[in-house]
C-alpha cells in the first residue's frame, strides 16, 4: 500500500495503514456471495507521529464510534462492487477526517442578552400569561 496523502504538507506513511477485503452485502447477485469486494482500513491513531497532538485528540473524539477493540480507526466502504474503488473511498474517507480534525474550532465567545431582547421576552411573557388566564372558569358574581 502507497503512502496516504492529506495534504501537500503531511502525508501518513503506509506502516500505519492496514486494509482486508470481507464480502459486501446488499445489492450484487450471486456475485456478493463470491467476490470480496467490501474494504475495512484500518489507522493506527496512537502510534503515527506524523499528526501533531491536538489533531489526534479531535480525530480520537470524531471517531470515537469507529474504533476498533485494538484501539485503531476503522473506516469501511463498500460503495462499488469493485474492491480497488472502494479502497481509494475508503482513504478518500479517511483523508477528508483527518483534513476536518486539522482545522481548529473556533472558540465560542460568550454573549449577554441585549435590554431589548429581555424586554420582548418579558413582553410575551406577559401575553402568554394573560391568554392563559383567560382561559378559566366563568364565574357568574350575580
Not at 492529506?6 to 477485503?21: E, K, N
Not at 420582548?120 to 364565574?139: L, Y
Request: proline share 6%.
Amino acid at each position: 500500500m502507497e503512502p496516504l496523502r492529506i495534504d501537500a504538507r503531511l502525508v501518513i506513511p503506509a506502516d500505519y495503514l492496514t486494509w482486508s477485503a470481507v464480502r459486501a452485502s446488499g445489492a450484487g447477485g450471486q456475485n456478493v456471495n463470491k467476490v470480496a469486494s467490501k474494504v475495512e482500513l484500518r489507522f493506527d491513531l496512537e502510534g503515527c507521529p506524523n499528526l501533531r497532538p491536538e489533531v489526534k485528540v479531535r480525530l480520537a473524539g470524531a471517531t470515537a464510534n469507529r474504533r476498533a477493540a485494538d484501539g485503531r480507526v476503522r473506516i469501511v466502504s463498500q460503495a462499488t462492487r469493485d474492491q480497488a474503488k472502494n479502497l481509494e473511498d475508503a482513504r478518500e474517507k479517511l483523508a477528508e477526517l483527518i483534513r476536518a480534525a486539522m482545522v481548529a474550532p473556533i472558540p465560542r465567545r460568550p454573549t449577554k442578552p441585549t435590554r431589548g431582547s429581555k424586554v420582548r421576552r418579558a413582553d410575551a411573557k406577559r401575553r402568554q400569561s394573560h391568554k392563559k388566564q383567560m382561559r378559566g372558569r366563568i364565574t357568574n358574581d350575580d
